[in-house]
């Protein structure tokens, strides 16, 4: 919505509400930057049901978000956000954990900047790739101290990286068992689908091959990574157990029995090597230990190609 004026945003609104059923319970979520909201746009907004906006503010420092090419005026921002409140438009606000500032109270100052704009969710993202193991442990303290930061001042922790206020979820998109669970449809160049227990896939970044393919009736996906049910189980454990947890009734609801199984399997392994507790029938991590733990779900294959990705694989 950021590069779209009222007219052509208004022709995609009436497009999409021509081929896909809305209710009042729908989200229907925009991406966008302040610069680009004025009182066109939000009557637009609310006459299509659109009730949330995702807003990318990144970082408050001036400085560096002058380096990475962007202008921003903190005057600005604070002016379209009363729009939409008045408005009635619930929205997020996104901050990059270690993308100018290793220094806690430098971030916890951002936080609270971010916090007298009252967002009804704020993510607080790990800035990536990191450097070193260390560089990414310190982004990693950065984020849990602003989270521990955010739930002292009356906001909800709903994963390992976002804060609710009130009774609103918001951004389906960022709901960990969503991604899980559910089948996603890609639409637009670099958009993600997911078909449950069969494969994920993004679609072509470039705009140009993204509408040839399209034109020519054909998919327009650049790839597509199949999975299978153990894919899936594995990565419900990974995104769960650091939070509220596993519970097998609960993954009921989204696994055979099969599936069952293999989770129960898993997640008993990990009691056995000390990683995990099992209390008042949730799976729990007993500490911070992601590496291990993922090392303990996932074949030692990824795990090497993940390591060298990141340039931590060291051959023996």
């Known amino acids: 919505a950021s590069i779209l004026n009222v007219n052509y945003l208004k022709e995609i609104f009436e497009k999409l509400r021509e081929n896909f059923n809305f209710d009042d319970k729908t989200q229907f979520t925009i991406e966008t930057s302040t610069d680009f909201i ?77 916090l007298s704009l009252a967002p009804n969710i704020i993510h607080l993202n790990k800035f990536k790739p990191t450097e070193s193991l260390e560089h990414k442990k310190r982004i990693e303290k950065l984020q849990s101290i602003g989270l521990k930061y955010l739930s002292s001042k009356g906001y909800k922790i709903l994963d390992e990286e976002s804060a609710v206020l009130g009774d609103f979820s918001g951004n389906m998109q960022g709901n960990i068992n969503f991604l899980v669970s559910s089948d996603i449809l890609a639409l637009g160049p670099g958009s993600m689908g997911h078909i449950n227990s069969m494969f994920r896939y993004y679609n072509h970044f470039d705009i140009e091959k993204y509408y040839k393919l399209l034109s020519e009736n054909i998919f327009p996906i650049e790839k ?59 799976y729990k991590a007993m500490g911070d230990e992601w590496f291990l733990i ?10 090497r190609a993940l390591a060298k990705r990141y340039s931590f694989w060291t051959k023996k």
């Open 294 to 303: 993922s090392k303990n779900i996932y074949n030692l294959k990824y795990m």
């Open 224 to 282: 597509l990574i199949k999975l299978s049910y153990k894919d899936e189980a594995d990565f419900y454990i990974l995104v769960n157990i650091f939070n509220a947890g596993v519970n097998l009734n609960q993954a009921n609801a989204i696994f055979d029995k099969r599936g069952i199984i293999y989770l129960k399997e898993k997640l008993e392994k990990l009691i056995r090597y000390g990683l995990v507790e099992k209390k008042g029938g949730f």
């Open 38 to 114: 004025d009182a066109d746009k939000i009557a637009l907004f609310k006459e299509y049901g659109v009730n949330f906006l995702m807003i990318g503010i990144q970082s408050f420092n001036q400085k560096s978000i002058k380096s990475f090419n962007r202008a921003q005026n903190v005057d600005l921002i604070r002016n379209k956000i009363n729009l939409l409140k008045k408005n009635d438009i619930k929205f997020n606000i996104d901050l990059i954990c270690g993308l100018d500032t290793l220094d806690e109270r430098e971030f916890i100052s951002q936080v609270k900047e971010a």
